[in-house]
């Protein structure tokens, strides 16, 4: 079945400094998503990734999808202690998955101001 | 924008009891649902699949008669923790796509902390 790895496992940061999180697959994938999950919450949805190269950014975020698409990061520019939390990347469970998503491990943020 | 609600958010309970989870799609429609279990500091861990009008696909390891799930309409599933033991002690999650189909974001309930004593 489908595999995801995401580094680091934990960051702790200065606030104001950069912060990137990667996601590993061992296959080629068709999507991938980003989650986070502040501490103590549910996770939300940030972004779905598709194309080759794909570069997406949502103010101080910034998410990149691989050439080959079976990486992807997450980066975060001037971090702010409301980014603390763990961030996930969600890949499909398998090529043909309807639906269904599995979770990479997580990064976890901690942001000291 | 979509909402998934779940209840109960909080359940402590003994070691024995059975224990419901609902999850519910507040303003869309869900033919299908997903459960989540997550342990602390941990990933979020899929332990099934929630077709409405037919039955759940539970992934490999996950005791079908221990956790009953039930999708009997397009906007409510439910899970229920059976006979519930100190193990079954998790941070319970449900999502669902707002359009049923392949690439589509996750929206999620706010969880349930079940603690068996």
């Known amino acids: 079945g489908q595999q995801v790895m995401q580094i680091p496992q934990y960051q702790h940061v200065q606030e104001g400094e950069d912060f990137t999180t990667y996601c590993n697959s061992s296959?080629?994938?068709?999507?991938i998503q980003w989650y986070k999950q502040r501490p103590g919450g549910h996770p939300v949805f940030l972004i779905q990734?598709?194309?080759?190269?794909e570069v997406k950014k949502q103010k101080r975020l910034t998410f990149q999808f691989g050439e080959a698409k079976k990486n992807s990061s997450l980066h975060i520019t001037a971090t702010q202690t409301t980014d603390v939390g763990t961030y996930f990347c969600?890949?499909?469970?398998?090529?043909?998955?309807?639906?269904?998503?599995?979770f990479g491990p997580g990064t976890s943020l901690s942001v000291i101001p | 924008g979509a909402v998934v609600s779940q209840h109960p958010s909080w359940v402590i309970c003994k070691s024995g009891t059975s224990v419901k989870i609902e999850c519910r799609s507040l303003?869309?429609?869900?033919?299908?649902m997903f459960w989540y279990r997550q342990f602390p500091k941990q990933s979020l861990m899929l332990m099934a699949t929630?077709?409405?009008?037919?039955?759940?696909?539970?992934e490999q390891g996950v005791e079908k008669d221990k956790f009953l799930i039930n999708h009997a309409s397009l906007t409510l599933s439910t899970l229920t923790v059976t006979s519930a033991h100190p193990e079954d002690s998790s941070f319970y999650i449900c999502?669902?796509?707002?359009?049923?189909?392949?690439?589509?974001?996750?929206?999620f309930g706010d969880g349930t902390r079940l603690s068996i004593l």
């Open positions: 296959t080629t994938l068709s999507n």
């Open positions: 929630s077709n409405e009008g037919s039955k759940a696909t539970y």
């Open positions: 990734l598709v194309k080759s190269g």
């Open positions: 969600a890949v499909p469970f398998s090529k043909t998955s309807y639906d269904k998503v599995i």
């Open positions: 303003d869309f429609q869900a033919t299908t």
């Open positions: 999502s669902a796509p707002t359009i049923p189909g392949f690439k589509q974001p996750q929206h």
